[in-house]
């Protein structure tokens, strides 16, 4: 299955240069790009966003960027073919992930939130009965699949959790796996087997800002955990927020602790 169709138009599982596309028949890519300044060059960086269809129930990864409501909403009523968004998973609260909280509560009145987001009833307090605390070991039913909730091995807050859908096997890391690209191709929505990997030192200039603690840290001292999820989950794709989908983690996963190492180190161990 290559394409999710309905009278608003056709989602292609083929690369079209712009999201959304189709990953499989049960996950949508959607969001979209935005340009950075990169050495006095302008380039895209992804804010993506996923959403899981189950045969019982389907789930919003991450709310999706404010920048990209309209396009984002469009594509998930296409994909879900005008059913209801039942749940949302938000990584952790910042403006990409959870921006638009508030407009999908609205759109879908039955729709539970589940993170650490055990501050959002503040923040959101006639909402406060639709957010549900999870933690890492917990899990949500889709009928045909479960989305676990994980441990973030790369964290840019304290709250940051990971999912990892067990039918599709797909990893789900919020700001890990991310990199900029030169958009020189209508690259913003290839998934990493079908360009050139990604430049290290793009990769380095994005996480020293959304992984700021990388130039503070040993950063390889998480690469053992990292390299243990993967061999426990074998995820057949890895989904980033601000990275293209990764379909050959095998291959790219060197790359990517590269891409973590900082470009002037300010931390030194004591031993």
């Known amino acids: 299955m290559n394409t999710q169709r309905d009278h608003k138009g056709t989602i292609s599982g083929q690369p079209t240069g712009v999201l959304p596309r ?15 300044k990169y050495h006095d060059e302008w380039v895209h960086g992804h804010f993506s966003n996923y959403a899981v269809r189950g045969d019982g129930k389907s789930m919003l990864i991450d709310t999706g960027h404010p920048a990209h409501w309209r396009s984002i909403e469009s594509a998930v009523e296409r994909f879900l073919e005008e059913t209801p968004v039942d749940y949302i998973f938000i990584t952790h609260g910042e403006l990409p992930h959870a921006g638009l909280i508030a407009q999908w ?5 039955d729709a539970i939130a589940f993170g650490d987001i055990r501050e959002y009833p503040l923040y959101y307090p006639q909402y406060a009965h639709r957010f549900k605390v999870v933690k890492a070991g917990d899990s949500v039913d889709l009928g045909d699949r479960r989305i676990v909730f994980l441990p973030a091995v790369w964290r840019d807050l304290t709250t940051t959790l990971w999912a990892f859908d067990t039918t599709d096997r797909v990893l789900f890391v919020s700001d890990a796996y991310g990199y900029l690209h030169y958009h020189k191709r209508g690259e913003c929505d290839l998934k ?28 390889s001292a998480a690469f ?19 990275g293209g989908v990764v379909d050959n983690s095998e291959a790219m996963a060197p790359l990517f602790k590269d891409g973590m190492m900082p470009t002037a180190p300010i931390f030194h161990q004591v031993r």
Not at 24 to 34: A, E, K, R, V
Request: charged fraction near 20%; glycine fraction near 2%.
């Open 224 to 242: 053992e955990d990292l390299d243990e999820m993967l061999r426990q989950l074998r995820p057949r794709y890895i989904a980033s927020a601000h």
């Open 192 to 219: 990493t087997s079908e360009v050139p990997p990604p430049n290290a030192q793009m990769m380095r200039f994005l996480n020293e800002r959304a992984l700021y603690w990388t130039v503070h840290a040993d950063v």
């Open 105 to 109: 509560f609205e759109k879908y009145p």
């Open 22 to 36: 189709v990953v499989t028949p049960h996950l949508l890519w959607t969001g979209g790009c935005l340009p950075l």
